[in-house]
């Protein structure tokens, strides 16, 4: 089907939508080939191929979520909506988020989500930073025995020769010849 090149602007988006629909659900609908900027000729498909994660069930996430602590599937209970992608977006990044922290961290920080009603993954993620921040404490200074001061090797090693500096004496007057020429 082509896009037809008269007729009013809802005739020409009606059939604009027809042409990317696949004629089978969930099967790939093959497009008109695209030219890359190689010169080659590609293929396109509006439909999800098998096996993307996008079509990949979120059970297996979101059950090793719950099994971290039911602080996590109270949250998930709460936050999350009964299906669709967004829940499944959310369950993805939610399990993704725990792998990168110690356990305690994540439920501490999923806990406090619960208690406010936070449904955002990226505000949990926040949340654990905070608790991050807020557990850094001073590293303490470290003893210094003052008896070094006098062991031989510190009170030979404490005064040293004064360092002989004559070779680069001239350098100075060299780069002000270069960089001035008229004056030499």
């Not at 936050?79 to 499944?88: D, F, N, S």
């Not at 961290?105 to 406090?112: G, W, Y």
Request: hydrophobic share 35%; net charge negative.
């Amino acid at each position: 089907m082509l896009y037809p090149e008269s007729g009013s602007l809802p005739e020409r988006l009606r059939a604009a939508e027809l042409r990317h629909q696949p004629l089978y659900p969930g099967t790939p609908q093959e497009t008109d080939p695209l030219m890359e900027a190689s010169g080659s000729v590609v293929k396109c498909s509006t439909a999800v191929q098998p096996g993307s994660p996008s079509l990949q069930p979120t059970v297996e996430e979101e059950t090793r979520l719950r099994a971290l602590g039911e602080v996590v599937g109270a949250w998930l209970d709460q936050a999350l909506g009964p299906g669709g992608v967004a829940r499944h977006r959310a369950v993805r990044d939610l399990f993704q988020l725990s792998t990168q922290m110690p356990a305690p961290l994540f439920l501490r920080a999923v806990e406090r989500a619960t208690k406010y009603r936070i449904d955002s993954v990226e505000t949990i993620r926040r949340i654990a930073l905070m608790y991050l921040n807020e557990d850094v404490r001073m590293l303490p200074s470290a003893e210094v025995d003052g008896s070094f001061l006098e062991r031989d090797t510190y009170v030979e090693g404490r005064l040293t020769d004064t360092p002989n500096f004559s070779a680069w004496d001239g350098m100075m007057d060299q780069d002000e010849e270069e960089a001035d020429p008229g004056h030499g």
